[in-house]
């Protein structure tokens, strides 16, 4: 099960895993925004930066010991929500005749470079799925959370999230005995097909626990705010680790635009 | 008397729990307590005991203080009103049918803490409460362990102690061997048998009751029918049938052995001294 993999790589023993979540949080972060802010034109300075993030990304998933095909086939996931805004972007409808399928006035063609246009996209969205993974393989959720609480991020959100991640594993258990309950008498094979039942029997179980739920915290003195996570032990090692993560990013930013020959913006 | 006041208030005198005409209607009209007459002193041992739907864990939301009551209910000598239910709360550890429930908390170390935190302790008084709570239970080494990856039984341990680390007066389980496997449930049994303060268990597991408690409530219809001795009517087969019940299963295996009278089925919290209390017929004298 992939949110079993996930909860054993990010509870393991690894190199990666000893790091405080700050750091970790920090770095994540730091390259998803490099990779936002990146040109959305397929030139050469855009391609060159992802790709030494891809790199740089492949070196720290094998220095913490997270299988990189594993890694890889896993970031696959975003290929379906993604591939819709790349196909857009690849596609261009002109009104008028030109080169491509005719649809009455209208003409659908390729845009120009929207090939390459349409595959930064997937990759940006590849990569950054990616750095995501790592954090996620390498970090407990509860970790993840304080480092956020220290980052000053809302209380309300950090605390549904806590709640989710907590019934989100009870949820699934529900869910895939519904499935199965479903398959054992008969009943669809493809989760779509009974979706909508099944959806709904979840929805109407959630509401009772989270009923009872109300309930546990109130008999316990609930008094609106829920803990977040654990305490935190930044090293010197960890400030050792920042300033070596700051200064690959700094190199990736820099090398594309030399190597291309840009201007590096 | 200002709901602070009524908040700082701690038990008063009288007995651990007693329900006069305590009723309930659930907000769709089911009656979910008809009418409820019951005492149970401080430190006694109990055990509610009915059919699905006969009101049980209904009356232990009441002793829980989930509910103000409707009727008569005072939670160690305190009226179960509106502006009591938080000190009643603070003194009743209550435990859900499915732990699940209980441990809202991603960790099991931070959920245990969760309660005497809010209860204004100090850490070090709160880190004394989840490590004596844990360690009582036997799963210290659950400590930092994702409470989504526990089994049934450490689960139910783990809930247990999020109840015991608030040093509650009274202990109200609601089905607590539900999913318990063998070893668990041994754990459970030598923790209640450890048990000092009052204990009720609500469970239609007779033979958990059978070696835990000393004194039985039946409810049946919303209603407490029957309440007495547990060693009785735990034997009691026809009073036990009549309310959908089912005898534990030693008591069957010793009266299908011809054990008859149930006063003399002994108690499994005796020691054992050997099989002469069986009603076994004397062997006929030898002939010469």
Known sequence: MHREWIDRSAHGDGALQRWD???????????????????RDP????VLRLGGIALVLSAVAGYGGIPWKSLLLRSLVVL?????????????IVHGSAGGLHLGEWTVGLAP???????????????????????????????????LDRCHVPRGFLETCSLVYRYLWVLLDEGGRLLLARRLRGGPVAPWRSGGAMLATLFVRSLDRGHRIEVALRLRGYQGTLPIGRDLNWTRSDSARLLIAAGVLVAVWLAAGL???GTGT | MTDENSAERGPEPGPALRAEKLHYRYSEGTAGLGSVDLQIGRGERWGIIGPNGSGKSTLLHHFAGVYAAKGHLWVLG????????????????????DPDDQLFLPTVGADVAFGPRNAGLGEAEVEARVAGALARLEVSHLRDRPTHRLSGGEKQGAAIATVLALDPEILVLDEPTNDLDAGARRRLERFLGGWSKTLVIATHDL????????????LDGGSCVVEGNSSELLRDFELLEKHGLEEPPTVRILREAGVTDPRRIPDPREPADGAAQLDTPAPPPMAD
């Open chain 1, 259 to 261: 190597v291309s020959g």
């Open chain 1, 21 to 39: 979540p700050r750091l970790k949080v920090g770095i994540s972060l730091a390259t998803l925004l490099i990779i936002a802010l990146g040109s």
């Open chain 2, 78 to 97: 305190l009226e179960a009103t509106k502006r009591n239910l938080p000190t009643i709360r603070r003194q009743v550890g209550f435990l859900f049918q």
């Open chain 2, 207 to 218: 033979e958990l009751l059978l070696g835990t408690v000393d004194r039985i409530a039946v």
């Open chain 1, 113 to 147: 470079d929207g090939i390459e246009a349409a595959l930064l996209i997937i990759g940006r969205a590849w990569v950054s799925v990616g750095v995501t993974l790592v954090l996620v393989l390498t970090t407990p959720l509860p970790a993840i959370l304080s480092a």
């Open chain 1, 43 to 46: 030139d050469a300075v855009s």
């Open chain 1, 80 to 92: 379906p929500f993604v591939g819709f805004v790349a196909a857009a972007r690849a596609i261009q």
